[in-house]
């Protein structure tokens, strides 16, 4: 099986945290839980079991409302971020310690871009359907080498380019039915915001789709498993 990541757990932690400050992790901290309120939680059940994919500093699966949840990283530092999450350090296509059908959504953001080959990410994603229950979901968050052009190879730890048609096909291949496709969603990153975030202006910028059509250099996919 190909090996999902270039870099060890160790390599990992040094290089976030380098990147991030403690007021960018606070404002990613403030992003998501707007996200989460304004867009994520109509796609995840409070019943539901929920995997964060490259948890990181589990901005997302702190935030989501969920039953269960699970942040999967290798990074050994994600235990310090996780609140009420079960850390799980291992890498994407070999998450052994989740059982086989548990998981009702699988979540992962900005992640996909860092692995080394298309052929790990059709390892990770046949991982991603090991765990998921069936018709359980995929959501995706990543940046869409179409709209990000050559500001996707400003991170050192960026791999394989990708665009929403050619995630689609990869999805597919994988064995997931993409539901719902957005080319263009959320900015690149909150490193280059302009402004504080806030939550209000997030939730005034989730009910405005023309200006996704502007800014939005993220692409969004949500994939059913079959």
């Known amino acids: 099986m190909t090996r999902a990541s270039d870099f060890s757990g160790d390599e990992l932690a040094q290089l976030y945290e380098a990147r991030f400050s403690a007021a960018e992790l606070e404002s990613k901290r403030v992003l998501w839980e707007a996200l989460c309120r304004g867009f994520f939680d109509r796609y995840v059940d409070p019943d539901d079991t ?61 992640f996909f871009e860092h692995l080394p080959t298309k052929q790990a990410l059709l390892d990770t994603l046949a991982e991603c359907r090991r765990v ?42 994988a064995g997931f039915e993409p539901r719902e496709v957005v080319p263009r969603f959320l900015p690149y990153t909150v490193k ?25 250099r993220q692409m969004f996919v949500e994939a059913v498993r079959v």
């Not at 979901?137 to 665009?163: A, E, G, I």
């Open 50 to 110: 929920v995997l964060d994919l490259a948890a990181g500093s589990c901005e997302f699966v702190n935030a989501c409302r969920a039953r269960e949840k699970i942040a999967v990283d290798l990074n050994p530092q994600t235990k310090a971020f996780a609140t009420d999450a079960r850390v799980v350090t291992a890498p994407s296509d070999d998450m052994g310690e989740v059982a086989s059908g548990s998981v009702h959504v699988v979540f992962t953001s900005n």
């Open 132 to 173: 998921l229950r069936p018709h359980g979901r995929l959501l995706t968050l990543m940046p869409n080498l179409r709209y990000v052009k050559q500001r996707y190879w400003d991170y050192f730890d960026h791999h394989l380019p990708l665009t929403h048609l050619s995630l689609v096909e990869g999805l597919r291949m």
């Open 192 to 216: 280059s915001m302009p402004v504080k975030v806030r939550p209000r202006l997030v939730h005034a910028y989730l009910r405005m789709p023309f200006a996704w059509r502007l800014l939005g």
